[in-house]
């Protein structure tokens, strides 16, 4: 079972164990020249605590207006003070176990001692960074590490998140085949820049901002419809992501390979989409690992290779396809970033795998998960609201649909009448308010939800979680009156939205 909250005032969390429990703070050397006073002029932790309770108003005023207003309506608007591990702590000194994980972002967990020291290492050092005219260590000797997972490629290019990755192979791909068209899977989300939008299936996403590159969707695991875009000769590449993260949808046993030798076939190149997937979150270090015989050409990563600390993307390729975009030292900057290869993220990124391999998180990931699906699976046949149970290693989606009784089918007509995703996000709703865990709805208008927790959770999380969820479930189904109360607000909120022009 999971460990009572520590008590207001109380100390961070511990070291001891799988990482992030509730207790004492992981100790983290100090960096050289700690201690001494900060430089007059500027005092973050000073201007952290004058004005740190004006966030929501901040935000309203000057950045997104509509997330305070959406965090306020769904009651996420919650203030946490620290966080270490799988845990956030909130001023009263109660914790919040975090199966979201900042999107897959923080992998290692939240502050993890070996990423802390490394970039304490990397600012004391004070290297000279970013000269541009110089072939600095840390960007060859992450991706040597990282190229290491996949053999069959041979060089790798830095950028700061997963969206620039993709944008990076769309380029790569449409340079190295001469070839305009990129092919993309139905409901896939590769990012939301106008490249990566372009191959994104989700029209709420793309609405208002095209026209958008060529691209086609074809249906995840349809093998005819990928040989028909092909047939007409004018593609470039199709990007994939081998567990779709809106909805957790595994691609079809088979697919990837069957794909991959159609694409070589037609001369086309294969794009995995390994951004949230990656470095371990499936139970292999790449989720395309899990069928034999699939060597993509790209491959894009981010995430979780930051350490949660500084933004990183990397797409890994073939020597031909790097050849063919820098194929003269006219074109040595044709593709490039400005903060790519910076030395804090190389030794994040660093810092990350050794961790990955220390602890081993890929194999502890494919144990944990295995847990946590086998427990949630078993609660299926148990509970009408609960359809199914899917996905891979720590990245599992929890599907809800319609009930057979007629009592609880009116309540679940009700909220699919509002709005479709209401259900789902009822249920994320207690699980924060009530038992203090994080959870996200896997997409809009989806009932379902997606757990994406760090990889360093255990036993005792799993325990935590399928406890709040079976509490949940049984008030859903018995009536119980907050859930549902819940339920009839958002689904008032709803009605009352206008619809917005397509």
């Known amino acids: 079972m999971a460990e009572p909250p520590a008590p207001p005032g109380a100390p961070g969390p511990a070291a001891a164990g799988p990482r992030g429990g509730p207790g004492r703070p992981v100790p983290v050397s100090a960096p050289a020249g700690a201690g001494t006073a900060p430089p007059p002029g500027f005092d973050l ?56 994980a900042g999107f897959g972002v923080m992998g290692l967990g939240r502050h993890h001692p070996v990423v802390r020291r490394a970039l304490h290492d990397v600012l004391d050092a004070s290297l000279a960074d970013l000269t541009r005219f110089d072939c600095p260590p840390l960007p060859g000797l992450l991706a040597e590490r990282l190229l290491v997972h996949s053999p069959h490629l041979d060089r790798v290019f830095f950028g700061n998140s997963g969206t620039e990755a993709v944008e990076t192979a769309l380029k790569f791909a449409r340079c190295a085949t001469g070839r305009p068209r990129v092919l993309y899977c139905e409901h896939a989300f590769h990012g939301l820049t106008c490249g990566s939008l372009s191959v994104n299936g989700e029209d709420c996403f793309r609405d ?104 990183v993307g990397a797409t890994l390729g073939r020597d031909r396809i790097f050849r063919a975009v820098y194929s003269s030292m006219d074109r040595v900057l044709v593709h490039s970033a400005s903060f790519g290869g910076n030395a804090q993220a190389m030794a994040a990124g660093l810092a990350v795998l050794s961790v990955i391999e220390d602890e081993r998180l890929t194999e502890r990931a494919r144990t944990t998960g295995g847990l946590l699906r086998e427990r949630l699976a078993a609660l299926v046949d148990r509970y009408e609201f609960l359809h199914a149970v899917r996905g891979r290693g720590l990245m599992i989606g929890i599907e809800f649909g319609r009930p057979r009784s007629l009592g609880l089918r009116a309540r679940w007509s009700m909220l699919q009448a509002a709005r479709p995703g209401l259900f789902a996000q009822m249920v994320v709703a207690p699980l924060l308010h009530r038992h203090r865990i994080l959870t996200q709805v896997s997409g809009d208008r989806l009932e379902v939800i997606k757990l994406i927790p760090p990889l360093t959770i255990g036993e005792r999380e799993v325990d935590r979680f399928v406890t709040a969820f079976t509490a949940v479930m049984d008030d859903a189904h018995g009536g119980g009156g907050l859930i549902w109360e819940f339920g009839r607000t958002l689904a008032g909120q709803a009605l009352a939205q206008p619809r917005r022009p397509r």
């Open 45 to 100: 932790r000073a201007l952290l605590a004058a004005r740190g309770g004006e966030r929501h108003e901040l935000h309203s005023r000057h950045l997104n207006p509509q997330l305070p207003r959406m965090l306020r309506t769904i009651g996420f608007d919650r203030v946490y003070e620290r966080a270490e591990g799988a845990y956030l702590w909130d001023a009263d000194g109660l914790d919040y176990l975090d199966m979201l």
């Open 208 to 311: 208002g901002f095209g026209p958008l590159l060529p691209d086609t969707a074809v249906p995840l695991g349809d093998l005819a419809a990928l040989e028909r875009e092909l047939a007409r000769g004018d593609v470039a590449a199709l990007v994939v992501e081998p567990i779709q993260g809106k909805g957790v949808h595994e691609a079809p046993p088979g697919f990837l390979r069957a794909a991959q030798e159609a694409l070589r076939r037609h001369g086309a190149l294969l794009v995995a989409d390994e951004v949230q997937t990656g470095l371990g979150r499936t139970g292999d270090f790449y989720a395309y690992q899990h069928e034999p015989g699939v060597e993509p050409d790209l491959i894009c990563v981010a995430k979780a290779l930051s350490g949660g600390s500084v933004p």
